[in-house]
């Protein structure tokens, strides 16, 4: 090997090194957060069939929100999972959206609706503005806010507070969304 292919090499491991451990650092937040009991943001966003759907629609039901991207290998691991919580509590007052950040409503309907057969509304925030409303101050300020929200669940009850808020923690991962379901349950329990 010449020097130069030697020192090609050394600058792409370096380059692929830094960039893996940027993804990892955005991927771990274990910052605690407390938004609950405060007042979801209201939003208008277009469906994936281009009509316009706003939260306040969703007014009177509980509402579980994902924050996703296609190319989120968590949001991927959940998007089976909030389809079969859309099943399940469909007859509970439960509605689910994906709010999906910053692309093309082509990508989203085959990478993200079409691969999981999902039967409840996404919506394309194609600026990210929605997305970075629910970032809370001060967490990870090394990030663009509508990253910060990548692969979050928020739950809002009917009358329009937060009842749950979990950012991504890549070492307490719940794709099955165990905590969600149980803060779920245990609201509709005491109604």
Known sequence: ????????????????????????????????????????PEF??????????????????????????????????????????????SDKNVKVLIIDVKEPKDLVQTKLQGRFNLTFPVLLDSDGAVAASFAPEDVLPDLARDEVMLASNILIDPEGKI??????????????????????DELLASE
């Not at 605690?32 to 009991?37: A, D, L, N």
């Not at 009842?163 to 307490?172: E, G």
Request: charged share 20%.
């Open 44 to 89: 208008t966003l277009p469906d994936l069939n281009g009509d316009l759907v706003s939260s306040e629609a969703y007014k009177g039901s509980y509402v579980v929100i994902h924050i996703a991207t296609t190319w989120c290998p968590f949001c991927n691991a959940e998007a089976p999972h909030l389809e079969q919580l859309n099943q399940d509590y």
């Open 1 to 40: 090997m010449t020097l130069r292919k030697i020192s090609n090499l050394l600058f792409i491991l370096l380059l692929g090194s830094g960039w893996l451990l940027h993804m990892d650092a955005k991927a771990q937040s274990t910052q605690e957060v407390s938004v609950e009991g405060t007042t979801a």
């Open 163 to 184: 009842q749950f808020f979990s950012l991504l923690d890549s070492k307490n991962f719940d794709a099955k969304l165990v905590d969600l379901k149980a803060k779920l």
